[in-house]
């Protein structure tokens, strides 16, 4: 009693990335309606489904630092399939999960509580571990994004992160609070990022041939090896307008926090055909790139984040960056959101990328050459 065996996740529906970035169901209100069962437990696995892996080393549909997986995920379904009430949602293997009542109460919209005990991942890396885990929520937030617009559920969130409190780091109140119903309309974006006038090299949209949606959501990985030292413009550009373009509609294909943009997307390209060696910022509002240092600084990115191998060895890679003075919490989780959109574009197209967010924060700074907070390095390649 009070436990609801959730259907199998199956990549039914046809959409690609290039498809779905384009048509975003997010709103600032939904509309509440009955969100059927098979609907809401899709978009509970794109949030925390485990994907893959052998034995206690499980692979989920999001990425977290050092697979210590702080989130958890409750949800107060609307609909007549089960009782009123608030759920605790349990992953399981075979594309399966379950819901588990935690107490009775009435709702009139489809809601999705996101968690976290932030002891998981700062026991191992101490106050950064903070960062990994709104990073992680931002992730989560946007893997539940595209997989409401595939089902055309309408999403909207809200996070609470004024203040990281005690009972927000043991996970007693909801860090994110989504909410599924009826699309309205899209609320207008406003943008602070940085503009530059330099040099630029102007990217065609490609046409590649893709995976479906669900099956990149599937198998989505951390890739650290990369078969080829070389990677085409035709892929980099995809995989950039796809994860932080203008590609919905006269925006990016994300919903960041308070409805600003403030993430810089830079590209630390060494081993790109048809593109000169050298750190790019991408204008996205003219799907270019703009030339910031000449030469292929790949070593000295490979220094500043560690000695991790895959940056050096990757044909370049994605930088994610902001104004120095820009609020930290909101930034991590915009930073998750376009990361995801990274993973989910290059799996699209056979490519691997990793999320790497240990590194020397001035030192990466300074190999882009300007006055920035870096929070993610992505290496990007091709698979084997």
């Known amino acids: 009693m009070g436990k609801v065996e959730l259907p199998q996740f199956k990549p039914e529906l046809d959409l690609k990335l290039s498809q779905v970035a384009k048509t975003l169901k997010y709103c600032k209100e939904v509309s509440p309606s009955e969100i059927p069962l098979s609907k809401l437990s899709k978009v509970l696995y794109s949030i925390q489904g485990i994907s893959g892996g052998i034995f206690w080393v499980k692979a989920k549909t999001i990425p977290s630092a050092g697979a210590t997986y702080p989130l ?139 995976l479906k949606l669900e099956e990149a959501i599937l198998k989505r990985r951390s890739v650290r090896k990369y078969s080829s030292p070389k990677l085409s413009l035709e892929e980099l550009s995809y995989v950039l307008y796809y994860s932080s373009g203008r590609a919905w509609m006269g925006d990016r294909p994300y919903a960041p926090p308070n409805h600003t943009y403030r993430l810089d ?53 994605i930088v994610l960056a902001s104004k120095p003075k820009n609020d930290r919490w909101y930034l991590d989780v915009e930073t998750g959101m376009i990361g995801q959109n990274v993973y989910l574009a290059a799996t699209s197209v056979g490519l691997g990328t990793v999320a790497v967010g240990a ?20 290496p990007l390649g091709r698979l084997g």
């Not at 997307?265 to 000169?276: K, R």
């Not at 030339?291 to 050096?312: K, N, T």
Request: hydrophobic letters at 35%; one cysteine or more.
């Open 359 to 378: 590194f020397y924060d001035d030192e990466v700074a300074a190999v882009l050459g300007i006055d920035t907070a870096p929070l993610y390095v992505m």
């Open 72 to 210: 958890d995920i409750y949800v107060e379904p609307y609909c007549r399939e089960v009782k009123s009430g608030l759920y605790g949602y349990s992953p399981t293997s075979e594309y399966k999960g379950w819901l588990r009542i935690k107490r009775e109460r009435e709702n009139s919209v489809s809601r999705i509580y996101i968690h976290a005990v932030f002891a998981r991942t700062t026991r191992r890396y101490g106050s950064r571990g903070e960062h990994y885990v709104l990073m992680e929520v931002g992730h989560a937030i946007q893997n539940a994004l595209l997989e409401a617009t595939l089902l055309d559920l309408g999403l909207s969130y809200s996070l609470n992160l004024d203040e990281l409190s005690r009972f927000l780091k043991e996970g007693e109140e909801p860090l994110a609070v989504l909410e599924l119903g009826s699309y309205t309309e899209k609320p207008s974006m406003k943008y602070d990022i940085s503009s530059f006038k330099n040099h630029t090299t102007g990217l065609k949209i490609p046409v590649l041939p893709e």
């Open 265 to 317: 997307v830079y590209v630390v390209a060494g081993g790109v055909e048809g593109l000169a060696p050298g750190v790019y910022i991408y204008d996205d509002r003219e799907n270019a790139l703009i030339l910031v240092r000449e030469g292929d600084l790949r070593r000295s990115l490979y220094r500043a984040c560690l000695g991790q191998e895959w940056v050096l060895e990757a044909p370049a890679s």
